[in-house]
């Protein structure tokens, strides 16, 4: 596993001596300037790099453990009004506990984005809620979208 600093360099996890507290930096980017959040890292050959707060976060995700998903296991989206429907090829448990798909394009580890999982059973569920069916889901979404004029 690696990480990031915010020179574009990669190092390796196992390097990381001791990752220093989060910090409020201004960052000019020539025409604008952001606040960004940074952490320190200081590795085990006594260099210390700056690393963006996003891969700190991506570090305690890191996989511990692995496991295959059932075939037929989807991340479903909706999205600007379409679905979208993501293969899951395995899950991952982390470093903060949390249990993430594994897509083709890796841990799905997008913790901004609550995932939905279309299970081989054709319910649909997220951590803390459950459909019957694909067509449940879907319908449940559209409703979000484009509630119904309520009647006065």
Do not use: C
């Amino acid at each position: 596993m690696f990480f990031e600093s915010i020179d574009g360099i990669r190092y390796p996890s196992r390097l990381i001596v001791k990752i220093g507290p989060a910090r409020e930096v201004a960052i000019n980017f020539g025409k604008t300037v952001e606040d960004r959040t940074l952490h320190s890292v200081e590795l085990s050959n006594g260099d210390a790099v700056e690393v963006h707060a996003y891969q700190i976060a991506n570090l305690v995700r890191q996989p511990t453990a692995a496991f295959t998903a059932a075939t037929g296991t989807y991340i479903v989206t909706w999205s600007d009004n379409e679905i979208s429907k993501t293969p899951v090829i395995g899950w991952s448990i982390s470093e903060d506990g949390g249990v993430y798909p594994v897509t083709m394009n890796g841990v799905n580890s997008d913790l901004d984005q609550l995932f939905h999982v279309l299970l081989p059973s054709g319910d649909v569920a997220t951590f803390d809620e459950e459909w019957a069916s694909f067509d449940d889901w879907r319908n449940h979404q559209f409703s979000k979208a484009f509630p119904t004029p309520s009647k006065r």
